[in-house]
């Protein structure tokens, strides 16, 4: 039978040309098979098929649609007892192939030694790649001795001599296992007679280009009956098409000339998530000019981006193709976050971070909130394992987690990991696991774990798989399920969102595509391995050059073929150069102009809608508000809060959002201040002050010792060494403050309060509280002092002019207002309001120098002030706004529970 090849420009639907050929007159769709590159082709031509027939898509008895993978692995006869070995069989007796081989590989690793034998985790990567490479040749059909004939460099038939021991042992061993891979099985099988004759005819519609075994097939299929090809292309032949005329026996004669582009424009962004804003406007640009949802494509070079696509812009309107990243399950995420929290266990305990990252898994069947209050209390960096039996629920949580990362080997790992996930759905809440089941892609993820797990579990061969230290099989198992994903589950939205392969055979009236950076588009090549490009072209196997040409060729195919077309790159340090593509287009396209910086960036998204002006964010204050602002105890810090953003107040004061807690491994300003604070208050207590202020030097060890003592509650102190070198150096540095402490007493100045704490109510009933760190007196004069372990405050916010109704910084003078409430403290008597330097000079400083200028009449402004800061708060009228001045927000803990996080 002959092979007819018709050539389709870009700019025509390749899918009209394969439905015209499958329905063409005499030919019966029963009787008529259609091979398509991806099974996204294949529900658009049912549509077009229905088109073209008249009749419904579902009524259509015919043709027959398979993916090529799919048609090729049918045609060829069954295997007998024989079966494919999956990656965890293929890994496996890869490694005791080259084990059994005994030759030096490290030669072909750039000198790395054999050790990785030894380590299933790095021999892994390793495997994956000997792999690609062996199942590139055989389907290629290139044997080792094609590859001995082109040898180019020294030792290179030494390297094939090694590969082709080790893939005649690996063939061995599968044989011996009972497999037959199924490269090998593609590339020797013979055509099934039974299959192929239920068809009189075959349409084949090629994007791309073949492999040899499959052209072989295809020309095996041909002389038992009709087979006709299409394809998109236009202007000179690639090598492969020509390599592909040669093999099927045919000439190929493409349309000369270039289709025209559409309208186009080209965006740059600084980031990655910024695109998705990006993405958002395209489509409503798009159907402001009358493009149907069914008729766009969002086309991800980078298939990551559809998680980040997801997440910002909701699934409503998207039609999704490609499966997501397993690893962003919470099924894989609980057992990730397992194996880190006992790979974290040491002769301290548990890392904190770990533990707390543990149980905020959302499948996690307990929660730490009485053990997380602690841990921020003592400022824990680890959690000692007998801490945990205070805590039995969270102690049997750890204990059935452990199973999974005890086990010896991947079967005993894969069983207890699939016991352990099941065990924790069991006892999570009705509704929990309610909700688990109604969501469509969080059963597939689920599926698709227990799945691989339940493949694990069940092998003979993963029983041989160990690990040599304790969580290492875990981890291999881990491996495994971080490079599967799962697969998406469509919802009916009529936006595509598809990978650049799966485009091939599709035409969209728009195309929008973020991510054109190199490297991502055209995708870099992971098939190079062992082999230079002056070999590969030597032998006829795919260089880079041939791959950069068949993305080139898919692009043109997209963009020809569209009337509109939006494409994006992001520029920054961690991304490669916009791509190559980009580059062409721009250069034959001068009147295309880069839009930088657009102004999508600022626009506020949200699921299924586009363009959306940014809301006002305000709180209103209704009874229950009201009844809890007159609960408040109002503070500096609090008032402080509310001058700075008042909806950062609400969330914090009112709505008792709880604030993020960060506990690094640095001793921070404030941890230092906390032990300073600690460490003096005990001292001063206890030690006479005769006796303690005496001369600098019995102060400077007397104050070292305590601090010592009470840095010996921190984990930051006592366990991290750079931490320690730190504070010793600021214990010496402290030298300068045992030296002004000890001027200040021969002075006449004594410490009469430390840690002062005052509740008390103004005049108009509202209850204001503070603790003043510090009050020294001489005579009738006071002083109010503040440490500050860290940075002081600029001078200018110190000032009346330095703020809102002429303050900025209120916490000095907020005590001086504590102070006379509660004792009628006379602020002629205040010597004045001080800052103790413990960072850089080590002594007092007055920042509020304009306090000395008129000291009653200070008092009644800021007096004033409050009341009229207190009387805005409980005013009803007055919505908790959010603060004018965005740069508020950089320093702001609640960022990312607030909703203008979303408008920058």
């Not at 090598?239 to 000369?256: C, F, S």
């Not at 080139?552 to 494409?567: E, Q, V």
Request: hydrophobic share 40%.
């Amino acid at each position: 039978m002959p092979i007819s090849i018709r050539c389709i420009p870009y700019r025509e639907p390749l899918i009209g040309h394969v439905a015209d050929a499958a329905a063409s007159p005499g030919a019966a769709l029963d009787e008529t098979a259609v091979v398509f590159a991806s099974s996204r082709a294949i529900s658009h031509f049912r549509g077009a098929i229905a088109v073209k027939t008249g009749k419904d898509a579902d009524a259509i008895a015919g043709p027959y649609t398979y993916t090529l993978d799919d048609f090729i692995q049918r045609s060829l006869a069954p295997n007998g007892n024989h079966a494919f070995p999956g990656e965890i069989e293929r890994r496996t007796l890869l490694n005791r192939a080259i084990r059994n081989c005994r030759h030096d590989l490290s030669p072909l690793f750039r000198g790395a030694d054999r050790s990785f034998l030894d380590d299933f985790l790095a021999f892994s990567a390793i495997g994956d790649r000997l792999l690609r490479f062996y199942d590139e040749i055989t389907l290629e059909g290139v044997g080792f001795d094609d590859l001995r004939r082109n040898s180019l460099y020294t030792d290179f038939e030494k390297h094939v001599a090694v590969l082709e021991a080790v893939f005649l042992q690996y063939n061995r061993e599968l044989e011996a296992n009972g497999f037959i891979d199924l490269p090998g099985f593609k590339a020797r099988g013979q055509v099934d007679n039974a299959f192929i004759g239920r068809f009189r005819r075959i349409v084949v519609a090629i994007s791309g280009l073949p492999t040899r075994s499959e052209l072989r097939i295809i020309r095996d299929i041909s002389e038992r009956v009709e087979v006709a090809i299409v394809m998109s292309h236009e202007g000179p032949l690639l090598r492969g098409q020509k390599e592909m005329a040669v093999a099927l026996g045919v000439e190929i004669d493409a349309p000369q000339g270039k289709s025209p582009l559409p309208e186009l424009s080209v965006h740059e962004f600084g980031d990655a998530v910024t695109q998705a804003g990006f993405i958002a406007e395209s489509i409503e640009t798009c159907r402001w000019l009358g493009i149907p949802d069914e008729r766009m494509a969002v086309v991800l070079p980078d298939e990551d981006f559809a998680g980040t696509l997801i997440a910002v812009l909701g699934r409503d309107p998207f039609n999704i193709a490609m499966g997501f990243p397993l690893r962003e399950s919470p099924w894989f995420g609980l057992l990730y976050a397992a194996a880190e929290l006992l790979a974290s266990l040491d002769d301290n305990g548990y890392d904190a971070q770990a533990l707390a990252a543990f149980f905020a898994q959302p499948l996690s069947a307990a929660r730490m909130r009485d053990l997380q209050k602690e841990i921020n209390a003592r400022m824990l960096l680890r959690v000692p394992r007998e801490m945990l039996e205070n805590y039995p629920n969270i102690r049997d949580e750890v204990e059935k987690a452990r199973k999974p990362c005890d086990a010896n080997n991947l079967r005993d790992a894969a069983s207890a990991a699939f016991s352990y996930l099941t065990d924790v759905e069991e006892r999570l809440s009705p509704e929990f696991r309610k909700t688990l089941h109604e969501n469509r892609d969080a059963r597939s993820a689920r599926k698709t774990v227990l799945n691989l797990l339940a493949e694990c579990a069940t092998s003979t061969l993963a029983a041989g798989i160990e690990g040599r230290r304790s969580g290492e099989a875990f981890s291999i198992l881990l491996s495994t399920l971080e490079a599967a994903t799962y697969p998406a589950v469509n919802r009916g939205g009529g936006i595509s969102v598809i990978g650049v392969l799966e485009t091939r055979g599709l035409s969209f009236d728009a195309v929008i595509m973020p991510d054109m950076n190199e490297a991502i588009m055209p995708a870099a090549s992971r098939k190079d391995m062992f082999l230079n490009t002056a070999i590969r072209r030597a032998v006829g196997l795919p260089t880079p050059d041939d791959r950069e040409a068949l993305y080139g060729m898919y692009l043109n195919n997209l963009l020809c073929g569209a009337k509109t077309a939006f494409l994006s790159y992001v520029n920054s340090s961690d991304r490669p150069a916009r791509s190559r593509f980009i580059e062409k287009i721009l250069i034959d396209n001068p009147e295309i102009e880069v839009a930088v910086g657009s102004a999508v960036e600022k626009t506020w998204v949200v699921p299924g809608r586009f363009r959306v002006s940014p809301p006002p964010v305000a709180a209103r204050k209704d009874e229950a508000v009201l009844a809890r602002l007159h609960e408040l105890n109002y503070s500096a810090s609090s008032i402080g809060a509310y001058l700075s953003c008042p909806y950062r107040f609400y969330l914090q004061y009112v709505s008792r959002l709880a604030e993020p807690v960060s506990i690094g491994e640095e001793l921070e300003p404030s941890m230092r201040g906390d032990i300073f604070h600690k460490a003096v208050k005990a001292l001063y207590d206890r030690v006479s002050h005769d006796e303690l202020f005496r001369d600098e030097k019995t102060h400077h060890a007397m104050l070292s010792d305590e601090i010592s003592r009470e840095a010996e509650k921190f984990d930051q102190a006592r366990i991290v060494p750079s931490n320690r070198f730190a504070l010793e150096n600021w214990k010496g540095r402290l030298a300068a403050f045992s030296a002004g402490e000890v001027e200040l007493y021969r002075a006449g100045w004594r410490n009469v309060e430390r840690e002062k704490k005052i509740e008390v109510a103004n005049p108009a009933g509202c209850k204001l509280k503070g603790t003043i760190d510090r009050i020294d007196r001489l005579g009738d004069a006071i002083r109010i002092i503040d440490y500050k372990t860290g940075s002081l405050p600029p001078k200018k916010e110190c000032l009346l002019e330095g703020g809102r109704g002429g303050f900025r910084r209120i916490q000095l003078p907020f005590y001086l207002l504590l102070l006379a409430l509660e004792a009628g403290t006379d602020p002629e008597l205040v010597d004045g309001l001080y800052f103790y330097d413990l960072k850089k000079d080590f002594g007092l400083v007055n920042l509020h120098e304009d306090f000395c200028d008129g000291r009653r009449a200070y008092l009644r402004g800021f007096t004033a002030f409050i009341d009229g800061v207190l009387a805005e708060i409980f005013d009803p009228s007055v919505e908790f706004r959010h603060a004018e001045d965005r740069r508020e927000c950089a320093w702001c803990p609640y960022d990312l529970s607030c909703r203008i996080g979303e408008l920058r």
